[in-house]
């Protein structure tokens, strides 16, 4: 599964679908450090609309581009996270590190 990303301004949407386990982690992985390491965007969004399934594959996954993204002076956020989904965000302690943008919350980084 390669990712739908989008950039603009310097924010990069990276698009997720179906589902997120070791293989489809990798690949996610490889395409969006690739990307971060060329624009060095400030805010990185992991959209999670179309995520149907995630193991810790995808815990991970947010973990890898949350340090990556602090190496950079930028920042993560996981958008629209299903229920389901937030619940193992917030157990992995995801959630404390205030990565996890609520429906219709704004934060510093939303415009």
Known sequence: MYPRISVRDNEVTVYLSGEIDHHTAREIREATDSLV??????VLRLDFSGVTFMD???IGLVM????IMLLYGGKVRA???PESLERIMNLSGLGSLGIIEKRG???ETTK
């Not at 390491?37 to 400030?42: A, D, G, M, R």
């Not at 890898?64 to 340090?67: L, N, S, T």
């Open 64 to 67: 890898g581009r949350y340090r």
């Open 79 to 81: 958008v629209n996270v």
């Open 105 to 107: 919350e704004k934060n």
């Open 37 to 42: 390491q060329t624009k060095k965007p400030s």
């Open 56 to 58: 810790s594959s995808g």
